[in-house]
């Protein structure tokens, strides 16, 4: 399924893919980035690089990880 928007009792979400299975369900967000990517697993960051500017982004791992904001 592509391009789900849903409900859970209090806001919308958006999913962009979701695949179904009889073994497992994935979900899959997808993101557009442009010219260089660098990962770090290190720091469980990645920079993206694009004319001269460095912008650094947590791994989405570790941002689904953290506790929601009240």
């Known amino acids: 399924m592509h ?3 849903l409900y859970n009792g209090k806001s919308y979400f958006h999913i ?3 695949l179904l299975t009889r073994f497992f369900i994935v979900i ?6 442009l010219d260089i ?5 290190t720091l469980n960051q990645f920079t ?5 500017q460095e912008e650094g982004y947590l ?6 990880s953290k506790p929601p904001l009240s």
């Open 59 to 64: 791994e989405p791992i570790v941002i689904i």
């Open 28 to 33: 899959i967000d997808c993101k557009n980035y």
């Open 3 to 5: 391009n789900l928007r």
């Open 37 to 41: 990517l660098m990962i770090d697993t």
């Open 16 to 18: 962009d893919y979701l």
């Open 48 to 52: 993206q690089i694009r004319n001269n």
